[in-house]
């Protein structure tokens, strides 16, 4: 299954973006026991988790998300969002969405931070 990230683009430091990824048909009835979560590649880097949210709306965050970014679900809607503030050059990345544990990546969206 691969996932599509949306919502990326090119933000001033110090502002704020949201992205979306919503489920593909191939998982929609089963959406909601999945633990979706987002990843992030630098140029030059390797992916990083950012972090993940249980079904239940429980999220875990790496250290260097916490406090900035915020993951949210909306099981009805079977999206995933990455709420992300107070952009520092150092976030521009690729971010991904997936499930949880999944090798199968989809296409990410850019972001792009400026100073």
């Known amino acids: 299954v691969q996932l599509q990230a949306s919502g990326g683009g090119l933000v001033q430091a110090g502002g704020s973006l949201r992205l979306s990824c919503r489920a593909p048909r191939s998982i929609l009835s089963s959406y909601v026991k999945y633990v979706m979560a987002w990843y992030r590649q630098a140029p030059g880097k390797e992916r990083e988790l950012v972090g993940y949210?249980?079904?239940?709306?429980?999220?875990t965050y790496a250290d260097s998300a916490k406090g900035q970014f915020t993951i949210s679900r909306d099981n009805g809607k079977k999206t995933v969002y990455l709420q992300m503030n107070s952009l520092k050059v150092e976030d521009s990345a690729v971010y991904y969405c997936?499930?949880?544990?999944?090798?199968?990546w989809g296409e990410g969206t850019q972001v792009t931070i400026s100073s």
């Open positions: 997936n499930i949880r544990g999944s090798a199968s």
């Open positions: 949210i249980n079904s239940g709306g429980s999220t």
